[in-house]
């Protein structure tokens, strides 16, 4: 079974630009999660989908930032304009948790890595 | 904020165990320790969970105290691809409730 899968791997783009990073979580997997991480800072919390709908989105760090989840499968997010700060590696990661389940197992993609020149 | 305190960095021979130990003093009863690592630039990967009982699988071990403020996570024969930094996570574990990362403990296993 494929797991969390993210595309691009590396973004190299000019500030001003946008740029769409794309996550597939793992199939049947309702809650998706996307975190970051900035240069020398630690990985942190972005937002959280619940099937299409956002669950909390209390750590998007601006309004240049856009993530959607249409049909519940995968999900986007768009960064425009892009800033220098904005520079970092981008997780996306998924979980089957559901409202009594104790799990709480999250499964990362490897990463897309924006670079913002 | 991360509820838990680790230590900056550790360092462990090839072959012998690796403790890692991480202090929640502030923990609430229905929340769970979990423990996740990276290495390098890959994406974290889960290890292992516990509410207050000692948990073992495949990868590792997890030594809760009686009173849940501290925790060890054990790598029984740690091996040079165990070398990551390892995150302890307080968390309720329901949906809903997203992962807080500290800046964790880089682990370095020597030769």
């Known amino acids: 079974e494929a797991g969390v899968t993210q595309f691009p791997s590396h973004s190299v783009i000019e500030k001003g630009q946008t740029v769409t990073l794309r996550c597939d979580p793992i199939?049947?997997?309702?809650?998706l999660y996307w975190y970051r991480r900035v240069m020398g800072k630690e990985i942190k919390f972005l937002l959280h989908f619940v099937k299409e709908s956002k669950q909390d989105e209390s750590g998007m760090p601006n309004n240049r930032f856009l993530a959607e989840r249409t049909g519940g499968t995968y999900s986007t997010l768009k960064v425009q304009p892009a800033e220098l700060e904005d520079s970092g590696v981008y997780f996306c990661a998924s979980s089957q948790d559901g409202q009594y389940s104790n799990t709480g197992e999250l499964f990362f993609g490897e990463g897309s890595r924006l670079t913002v020149l | 904020d991360a509820k838990t305190t680790q230590p900056t960095s550790m360092d462990c021979a090839e072959g012998r165990a690796a403790n890692l130990p991480c202090n929640h003093s502030t923990i609430s009863g229905n929340e769970y320790v979990y423990w996740y690592r990276q290495i390098h630039s890959q994406g974290p990967q889960y290890i292992i969970h516990g509410l207050k009982n000692n948990e073992t699988n495949e990868m590792a071990s997890l030594i809760i105290t009686e009173d849940r403020k501290s925790s060890t996570l054990i790598l029984p024969h740690a091996t040079l691809r165990d070398t990551a930094v390892y995150y302890c996570i307080v968390r309720v574990a329901n949906y809903g409730q997203n992962f807080v990362f500290g800046p964790g403990t880089r682990l370095s296993v020597l030769p």
């Open positions: 199939s049947g997997h309702d809650n």
